[in-house]
Structure formats: structure tokens, C-alpha cells
């Protein structure tokens, strides 16, 4: 994955607090559809993997995120029955396979289209991705894994930003990432105006700022403190697949 810590993809995905979630289930029509946009690009991936074009599956995302909209789903949802997205994941899994059929007459015609989302992007994005052995279930949790990483990168960004840094961050920032085309430190220091040493330094410190913001993201979406260690394995492993 090489993601632009410049330029972060403006995705929510996990950076949705269970409060959120409460106030969802409680009747609040905003954070229902906070949780819907939040949401919707990891299902969309998981069921165009599964197999379904492109029209069937923005069908599918459409119609699950509608009956969420009618609320007595996501009321089931709760921090001590585990995490937030495994408890979506299986409601969509089962929304795919009990009622695709009986939903494809109802949702033809676009009659359910409560996404104002880009699936066209997200196609393209898929399109141009290496082919993989990925199943469904794994392709969710790299999604996921992708975008707390740039949910965080985006928050590094802005502080950077908002401390009158953006010019050494924008330097700086490919360090953290997974790209292969990162210069050398020596380089990069003579355009800072800096040392190898200071340069290196400024990179670390920025690397354990990250793992917090990491840490504070999965924070959001589990229930208890000691699930942020399994959640930050279950991250590390999601990248290794």
C-alpha cells in the first residue's frame, strides 16, 4: 500500500466512537447516517470481492444501509458483544444471502438510494489493484486496516499543518508510509536544510505520534482497553495478508 500522508483520502471508517453508535441505535437520525458513509466502502469491497457486479453491489450496499436507516438493527449492536465492524460484516452478510432475491425486484429502479457516495471511485481503485487471493473476509479487514492507518495520517497531517509544519511534513510524511520510492535520508536533509541525525530524529518522533493516533482510532470502535492490543494485531496482520 503506498498512501499519501500529504494528501489523505478524506474516508471515516473507524473513526466512529461508540457513543455514536448508541446515539444511532437511540433513534438519531445524523448519527445513523454518519455511521452509514462511515461504513459503506469496506461492504461495497467485500461484496464486489464475493463476486456481484458492479451495479448488484451498489444495489446491495444500498438496500442493507436503508434497512439500517429503519433503526431496529443497528439497536442490537453493542461494545460488550464486540467489535462495531464484525457485528456490520456479519448483518451484511446475512442481508446478502437471506435477502438478496426478495430485495432485487424492490431496489431495481433505484428506489433505495440512501448513499450519496462515489462507487465509481471505488470501482476504479479496485480495477487497478493487483490481483490477489484475498477472500471476501480478508479484503474487509485490509480495507479496514487502510483506512485506520489513513484516518490517522489524516489527523497527523493536520496537526502538522495547524503547527505551521506543513513543509517539513510534507518532506517527512513519506517516511511513514509503505511507499518504495522514498529517498535516502542524506537527500532529503539537504532540501530541509538539516542533517541525516535531525531528520531521522524529526521521523521518529513522528512515527510514535502516529502509533498513537493509530491506537486512538481503534480506541473509538471497541468497548474495552484491552481489546486495542488485538485490535492493533488484528491491523498488522491485515497488511501482512
Known amino acids: 500500500m503506498a498512501t499519501s500522508a500529504a494528501n489523505p483520502k478524506d474516508h471515516r471508517f473507524l473513526s466512529t466512537h461508540w457513543s ?5 441505535a437511540g433513534g438519531s437520525r445524523q448519527a445513523l447516517e454518519d455511521l452509514c458513509h462511515a461504513y459503506w466502502e469496506p461492504l461495497y469491497c467485500y461484496v464486489r470481492r464475493m463476486g456481484y457486479n458492479s451495479t448488484d453491489a451498489q444495489d446491495l450496499t444500498q438496500g442493507f444501509f436503508a434497512r439500517l436507516l429503519e433503526r431496529p438493527l443497528i439497536q442490537l449492536a453493542h461494545p460488550l458483544r464486540g467489535r462495531f465492524r464484525t457485528f456490520l460484516l456479519t448483518a451484511f452478510r446475512r442481508f446478502v444471502i437471506n435477502e438478496w432475491k426478495r430485495e432485487t425486484t424492490v ?3 433505484g428506489r433505495h438510494r440512501v448513499l450519496a457516495v462515489d462507487f465509481q471511485s471505488t470501482d476504479a481503485r479496485i480495477s ?7 477472500t471476501p473476509d480478508m479484503l474487509f479487514e485490509r480495507r479496514w486496516a487502510i483506512q485506520v492507518l489513513e484516518n490517522a495520517l489524516g489527523a497527523l497531517d493536520a496537526q502538522q499543518r495547524a503547527a505551521g509544519k506543513a513543509e517539513l511534513w510534507e518532506r517527512v510524511a513519506p517516511y511513514l508510509t509503505l511507499r ?3 529517498p535516502g535520508y542524506r537527500t532529503t536533509a539537504a532540501q530541509c536544510g538539516a ?3 535531525s531528520l531521522k530524529m524529526a521521523v521518529s ?3 510514535k505520534e502516529l502509533a ?11 468497548g474495552r482497553d484491552q481489546d486495542v492490543d488485538d485490535e492493533l494485531r488484528n491491523l498488522f496482520a491485515a497488511f501482512r495478508r
Not at 20 to 24: D, G, M, P
Not at 212 to 222: D, G, H, P
Open 20 to 24: 455514536v453508535v448508541t446515539s444511532a
Open 107 to 109: 431496489r431495481r429502479g
Open 128 to 134: 487497478q489493484e493487483p490481483s490477489h487471493n484475498l
Open 180 to 182: 518504495d520510492d522514498v
Open 195 to 197: 542533517t541525516p541525525g
Open 205 to 207: 518522533r513522528l512515527r
Open 212 to 222: 498513537a493516533l493509530i491506537r486512538q482510532e481503534i480506541r473509538k470502535t471497541v
